[in-house]
């Protein structure tokens, strides 16, 4: 089975943030979970749509 892997740009423009913003979560983990693949973070998608979806507040209801 193989998992679908996103950039640090490419987490950030799903989640509507910026990639600097991504880098400061990332350093106070408080960002979501990410791996490192030699040099470069990659974020599972699967595991960057559960953050988001948790950390997602307000909104119309």
Do not use: H
């Not at 892997?5 to 423009?13: E, G, K, N, P, Y």
């Not at 400061?24 to 749509?49: K, S, V």
Request: hydrophobic share 45%; aromatic share 8%; with cysteine.
């Amino acid at each position: 089975m193989s998992r679908t892997f996103l950039s640090r740009t490419q987490a950030a423009t799903r989640v509507g943030r910026c990639a600097k913003t991504m880098r400061n979560l990332a350093a106070r983990d408080m960002g979501p979970p990410f791996l490192m693949i030699g040099d470069r973070p990659a974020y599972p998608a699967d595991e960057l749509a559960v953050w988001l979806a948790a950390n997602t507040f307000g909104g119309a209801q």
